[in-house]
């Protein structure tokens, strides 16, 4: 089989939080592109699957658990072999990993997967430049991600001041990748499909995959899903209230605002707060709470009080304008 026969398989990682769907969607808008993506979600409901959007060719979801330690590999196998089938004529196939996710485990599925048309096109790791930049030399050298990355984009530039020092230092932890840096994910498509062309041509490099000190941290998620609209007092408290141990927040809630409803999206990273209007979609309603050693007890109790339908009072709406307003 040639490798025009095949579909290059981009694997999108990164932390919690640090712009992967951000990344898909910016992708996804490459005017005459064929993309399909594979999402990946931590919670029982695929946040990310109904975040992604624009010009969607082909999409799969896989939830209810971390990609990477899923006994059953079979719904990665049957995605990818689905999304490179020839019929749909696709350029490249987007992996959106879970934030949980190992890379190295990650790209071991992709390479070995069982989809007759699937190659590997790379691994594209997403950091967080602000975030980058206050970490010491030492945690970053010692963090194994970066060396098997074909691809780092430095997110969220606008949130540093010093985006060149980062893009200095990403340079040094990946030798291997082309960095660049974006704002929301925005970078020039063609770097990607540069990287996906040349990860198919390159000498396969196990290096990163048989890392002896990879140990992965298992996430935990809790999910609530909303069958009604909520009260923006609730909805508010939530995020503006942190639980320790949760990383990461995200949902897609109705709030309930005097007669009507008007459907957000709400993230919660690392104590920044973003609201947003949902776009168009039909996504499904629920909140996921993220994290490591955190009292699930606790976060499902905080998602109770947020699931009930009940009014906005005129001050709750207030301050969802207001994360509205500091969220532009
Ligand atoms: N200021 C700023 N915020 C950003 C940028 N990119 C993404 N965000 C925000 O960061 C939050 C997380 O973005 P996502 O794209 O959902 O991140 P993710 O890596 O897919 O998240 P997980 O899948 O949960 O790991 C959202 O509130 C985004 O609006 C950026 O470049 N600058």
């Not at 006994?71 to 749909?88: I, Q």
């Not at 941290?217 to 609209?229: I, S």
């Not at 949760?246 to 007669?259: E, H, P, Q, T």
């Amino acid at each position: 089989m040639t490798a025009r026969s095949t579909v290059p398989v981009v694997a999108i990682t990164g932390p919690l939080g640090v712009g992967k769907t951000s990344l898909v969607n910016a992708l996804l808008r490459t005017p005459g592109a064929r993309i399909g993506v594979v999402v990946n979600d931590f919670g029982a409901v695929n946040i990310d699957a109904g975040l992604v959007v624009g010009q969607i060719d082909e999409a799969a979801s896989i939830s209810g658990g971390c990609i990477c330690c899923l006994d059953d590999t079979r719904g990665l196998d049957d995605a990818l072999e689905r999304l490179t089938d020839a019929r749909l004529a696709l350029d490249v196939v987007l992996v959106e990993a879970s934030g949980a996710a190992d890379p190295a485990v990650l790209s071991r599925l992709i390479r070995f997967s069982s989809a007759p048309r699937a190659r590997w096109g790379g691994l594209v790791e997403v950091v967080d430049a602000a975030w980058f930049g206050r970490t010491t030399e030492a945690q970053r050298l010692g963090d194994a991600r970066y060396r098997t990355a074909s691809l780092v984009v430095a997110n969220k530039t606008d949130r540093t001041p010093d985006a060149d020092r980062v893009l200095r230092a990403l340079g040094d932890v990946a030798p291997r990748a082309v960095v660049v840096q974006a704002v929301r994910g925005a970078i020039d498509p063609t770097v990607l499909f540069d990287v996906a062309e040349r990860a198919a041509s390159d000498e396969l490099d196990f290096s990163g995959l048989t890392e002896p000190e990879h140990v992965h941290h298992h996430a935990e998620a809790v999910t609530r899903e909303l069958h009604a609209p909520v009260s923006a007092d609730t909805l508010v408290d939530l995020l503006d209230i942190p639980v320790p141990g949760v990383a990461r927040i995200k949902g897609i809630v109705d709030v309930r605002i005097g007669n009507a409803s008007r459907p957000y999206v709400v993230h919660v990273v690392t104590g920044t707060v973003h609201v947003e209007p949902l776009g168009t979609g039909t996504a499904a309603r629920a909140l996921v709470a993220i994290g490591y050693g955190f009292d699930a007890e606790v976060v499902r109790a905080r998602f109770e009080s947020v699931a009930v339908d009940g009014p906005s009072s005129p001050a709750g709406v207030r301050r969802l304008r207001r994360l509205l307003r500091l969220s532009r």
